[in-house]
């Protein structure tokens, strides 16, 4: 499963859904920091103002946040000031 969306990213087929479904079949599997890449190459291909991208970085940004809760406050800041 990884592999088929991988390739999709890679091959820039993939929609903001794809990314989205990609990013919680990572996190619910425990894979937190892949799960934050794969939003990070979804927004490589959805730029804002798209509406893709406003779903990608709402969803992004919550994850981080419930993750992390109040630690990693320089990242925060980061994803913060580029979205």
């Known amino acids: ?3 088929a969306y991988d390739r999709a990213l890679e091959w820039k087929v993939a929609t903001a859904s794809h990314v989205l479904n990609y990013a919680t079949f990572l996190k619910d599997h425990k894979y937190f920091e892949e799960s934050f890449a794969a939003y990070e190459r979804g ?7 798209h509406p893709g991208a406003q779903m990608l970085w ?7 946040l419930e993750r992390y809760e109040g ?4 990242r925060v800041r980061e994803l913060f000031d580029r979205c």
């Not at 630690?71 to 320089?74: G, H, M, V």
């Open 1 to 3: 499963t990884k592999d």
């Open 43 to 49: 927004l490589g291909l959805f730029p804002f103002p």
């Open 58 to 64: 709402k969803n992004y940004l919550t994850m981080f």
């Open 71 to 74: 630690s990693k406050t320089p």
